[in-house]
């Protein structure tokens, strides 16, 4: 107990660690919610823009999703081609604005010359694509509920969404991309460098002499390292909904599950990085910062394009991103209790395997 409180304590007298876990997920809520989410605003009235679009290279429900979406939206006059060659040739000619294609859920745009027109095109399907998932899997369930759902938005407002009970915008995204995002990046590091920083202040030494068995001592440095994790959880789930209105599950059992996911995925890092800390005798950031970084780009984290079909998906970070939205979105939990599992099962096996290599290590 006495060791889990002088982390603590520690933790709390560090001004650049209360920052980083406090301040610093507020400031990303603002900066990369609020900044961002203004990205996909139009700043001019242009009127109707005029497309062609195919969707020959899409599934069922996707290429389904799409048309609701694209024929009713009123700022967009949309029809269906019949010959893209043609189409591609109007829009260099000026005679349509775009030649829009569906590959998959993905979208591909053949652009004219017009480039307020061009940027405006690029912020209405970008917002699109951020919930088209959600209108594919009510297609899925029951396509005539697609029919009763308000695809169109004001044309000044276009990234929120009215349905299924709740408001979704695009801070629901940056929301649980910026929790995910501190969390790989503040807790792995900190785990994997609080045995060296013991050993730099000498403190490690003489907690080892006293009677207490090391077993105890390992586990109440990772138990205090853990509060870290549960103020950013906190800390930037509540300002998420207090400074951005960003909405997560619609029922408390669904936000407590969430909640439970995060911290299990917070325990599995604490327990992977004191295990890499241990493991390795270079310092542990130095091999934990770019791997995370790395898992963090390659899911889409910082940027949906750098997603690649095949690898993608395998990746951590991108496992509990769509765990959380589909929790928050669609109330499926499947994904959620699996991560939860997976990371009590991670941090069990790599707890046993650091406190086997500090039972063993000598500290002089």
């Known amino acids: 107990m006495q060791v889990f409180l002088k982390q603590v304590r520690e933790f709390l007298r560090a001004p650049a660690a209360v920052f980083n876990c406090v301040i610093m997920p507020a400031m990303l809520v603002l900066m990369l919610g609020t900044f961002l989410q203004q990205l996909d605003y139009s700043d001019y009235e242009i009127g109707d823009i005029s497309i062609h679009y195919s969707t020959e290279d899409a599934d069922m429900f996707n290429a389904m999703a799409f048309e609701q979406f694209i024929t009713r939206a009123d700022m967009i006059s949309a029809e269906k081609s019949l010959d893209p060659d043609l189409s591609r040739k109007m ?8 030649f829009v294609t569906l590959n ?17 095109l690029n912020a209405v399907f970008n917002s699109y694509q ?101 103020i950013i959880i906190f800390s ?10 960003a909405s997560y599950c619609d029922n408390i059992w669904g936000n407590l599950l969430l909640i ?39 899911s889409g984290s910082f940027s949906k394009p750098t997603i690649i079909e095949g690898f993608s998906e395998y990746l951590p970070p991108y496992i509990i991103q769509q765990a959380s939205f589909s ?29 086997l290599i500090f039972s063993k290590k000598k500290y002089v």
């Not at 998959?104 to 405006?120: M, P």
Request: net charge negative; glycine share 6%.
């Open 327 to 355: 929790l928050t979105l669609f109330g499926d939990s499947s994904g959620a209790i699996m991560v939860t599992v997976v990371c009590f099962a991670v941090s069990a096996v790599c707890v046993m395997l650091a406190t």
């Open 104 to 120: 998959g859920s993905d979208i591909e745009i053949y652009a004219g010359a017009n480039g307020v027109i061009n940027r405006a």
């Open 236 to 245: 930037t789930m509540v300002f998420s909904v207090l400074l951005c209105g």
């Open 260 to 298: 439970l996911m995060y911290f299990s995925v917070s325990l599995a890092l604490t327990a992977v990085g004191f295990f890499i800390g241990l493991l390795i005798k270079v310092p542990a950031p130095a091999v934990i910062l770019p791997i995370s970084w790395s898992m963090l780009f390659f």
């Open 91 to 98: 829009t260099e000619k000026g005679e349509i604005s775009a």
């Open 130 to 230: 951020q919930v088209s998932a959600m209108y594919v899997s009510i297609a899925k369930e029951d396509p005539a509920a697609l029919s009763v759902i308000d695809f169109t938005a004001g044309e000044d407002d276009f990234v929120k969404h009215e349905g299924l009970g709740a408001t979704r915008s695009m801070i629901d995204y940056y929301a649980v991309a910026i929790l995910v995002m501190m969390l790989f990046f503040s807790i792995a590091i900190s785990s994997g460098d609080a045995i060296h920083t013991e050993q730099s202040q000498n403190t490690l030494v003489r907690t080892l002499v006293t009677p207490k068995r090391r077993v105890s001592v390992l586990i109440s440095m990772m138990l205090g390292k853990l509060i870290e994790a549960v």
